[in-house]
């Protein structure tokens, strides 16, 4: 055991050397979960040796099991690891401050300049942008995720009952994690576990990590599960999490703004399986149809936002805030009024993520070849591809034609687009943008940047 701590192996990092690394990983941090994963793989397994490659694994299949961004779940993880509690604080907040002040200097942009004819021709070419990355990350999804028949089962049948039947997304993750938990127990290879690492990237580095070495000697006592320790993280997370929103209930009341805000992405923060693109259908139902917070079109917007900033795609939640509270302000002005409402909706969205991960990091090694929780892992992302190609779709229908009609017919509710309503330059800019992409494998920003030049130039914004 005594070589296992040789001269040439790393030491553990200082929190103050580990801020500078978890800073950088925010502010570089574009290119959704993969490009995130893949470069906190770079800088703490291949560069740095801090965490071995089967345990940075095991920690990202134990976020992809919860509710919320995994990428910003991963660096929680792995900085609590590290550094405790105050460790984890760390790494998160940085995982999501740089990108939510830069959402937040957007949306303010976004609504004070909207109607300028140059602004307008930019959103319009990053939204047809925005369609092909949508379409470009369910197809990398679906080549990862769609292992078996049945999984190409469940990704056709939550397809079908979001786009068909409108059901909720929530119930969707439920049935499919019930269809991989029994499914494995009537024929193990239906749902085969997914390769959740290989977004991560390379294979090739199986070495033990620092932390690891010193999770094997017993040094790290933080990580042995208590259930003395689990009660006081729930007394404390939990009223942190919900109670801002109870303050504005008592406050304002049931039907104002702030808690509509509060509750309904409290509610998001527990359901959101699968990440910021397959929890946006659901957001955009809700956002648009339900509370009629934004159009149709400003969703897209504000995923072309999102795209171009740092840190998880989850932030898109943030404008739908921002755009919510800006136009019912109250006694406030609109844009102290959009501030507040993106605060609290980036609260409500990430508090809980830290609860996840402080609750239930010291009993993750129980999940370690669970074959049952990772049939059930298996079958939610089989899910989830179905959820993005509605999203596809629906992004589709409201970025290429000008009007969508709603049909009913045995109980299904599709939305059909009328025909004559195509928009040309739209379809032009998302097909450019779609060969770029999957053709050329340009990059998001640069594919990002050129749509916004030439939606400039199509809508005559010069």
């Not at 470069?39 to 099991?65: P, Q, S, T």
């Not at 976004?110 to 047809?128: C, E, M, N, Q, S």
């Not at 991560?200 to 070495?213: C, T, V």
């Not at 805000?261 to 509610?267: D, L, Q, R, Y």
Request: glycine letters at 12%.
């Amino acid at each position: 055991m005594a070589r296992e701590l040789e001269p040439s192996a790393p030491r553990l990092p200082t929190l103050g050397e580990a801020t500078r690394i978890w800073a950088r990983i925010g502010f570089l941090s574009f290119g959704g979960p993969a490009g995130q994963i893949a470069l906190m793989h770079k800088e703490l397994v291949e560069e740095r040796r801090w965490i071995g490659e089967d345990r940075f694994l095991h920690a990202l299949n134990y976020c992809m099991l919860l509710p919320g961004p995994e990428a910003q779940q991963l660096a929680v993880y792995i900085g609590w690891l590290m550094h405790r509690t105050i460790g984890g604080l760390i790494a998160g907040l940085l995982f999501v401050l740089p990108g939510a002040l830069v959402m937040l200097g957007l949306s303010i942009l976004y609504v004070t300049w909207r109607h300028v004819p140059l602004i307008d021709g930019i959103f319009f070419g990053v939204k047809a942008a925005v369609l092909a990355i949508v379409i470009e990350a369910g197809l990398r999804i679906s080549r990862r995720a769609l292992k078996t028949g049945a999984m190409v089962g469940v990704a056709a049948a939550a397809f079908a009952g979001i786009f068909l039947f409108k059901l909720p997304f929530p119930l969707i993750v439920l049935l499919a994690g019930l269809a991989g938990w029994f499914g494995d127990r009537i024929r193990p290879g239906w749902f085969a576990k997914t390769g959740a690492g290989s977004a991560a990237g390379s294979a090739g580095m199986a070495d033990e990590g620092l932390l690891d070495r010193l999770l094997a000697r017993g040094e790290l006592d933080h990580v042995r599960p208590s259930w003395r320790r689990a009660a006081g993280v729930l007394a404390a997370w939990l009223p942190l999490w919900l109670g801002p929103v109870a303050l504005f209930w008592l406050a304002a009341g049931s039907d104002s703004v702030w808690t509509q805000i509060g509750g309904f992405f409290s509610a998001m923060a527990v359901v959101t399986f699968g990440g910021a693109y397959a929890a946006l259908a659901y957001v955009a139902q809700a956002a648009v149809e339900g509370f009629g917070w934004l159009a149709p079109g400003e969703m897209l917007d504000g995923l072309g936002l999102a795209e171009t900033t740092p840190g998880p795609l989850i932030l898109v939640l943030e404008f739908v805030g921002f755009l919510a509270a800006f136009r019912a302000p109250g006694s406030l002005p609109p844009l102290a009024a959009g501030g507040l409402g993106a605060l609290l909706t980036v609260w409500v969205t990430f508090a809980p993520c830290f609860l996840w991960i402080f609750l239930g990091a010291p009993y993750v090694e129980a999940l370690r070849g669970n074959r049952a929780i990772s049939a059930a892992l298996g079958a939610i992302t089989a899910a989830v591809v179905g959820v993005i190609a509605n999203l596809a779709l629906w992004f589709g229908l409201h970025v290429l034609f000008r009007e969508v009609v709603s049909l009913s017919f045995f109980g299904m509710s599709p939305e059909v687009p009328v025909l004559t309503t195509l928009d040309w330059r739209a379809a032009l800019l998302a097909a450019g943008a779609a060969i770029a992409l999957l053709r050329f494998k340009l990059g998001m920003i640069p594919v990002l940047a050129a749509c916004a030049v030439a939606g400039i130039v199509l809508k005559g914004g010069f």
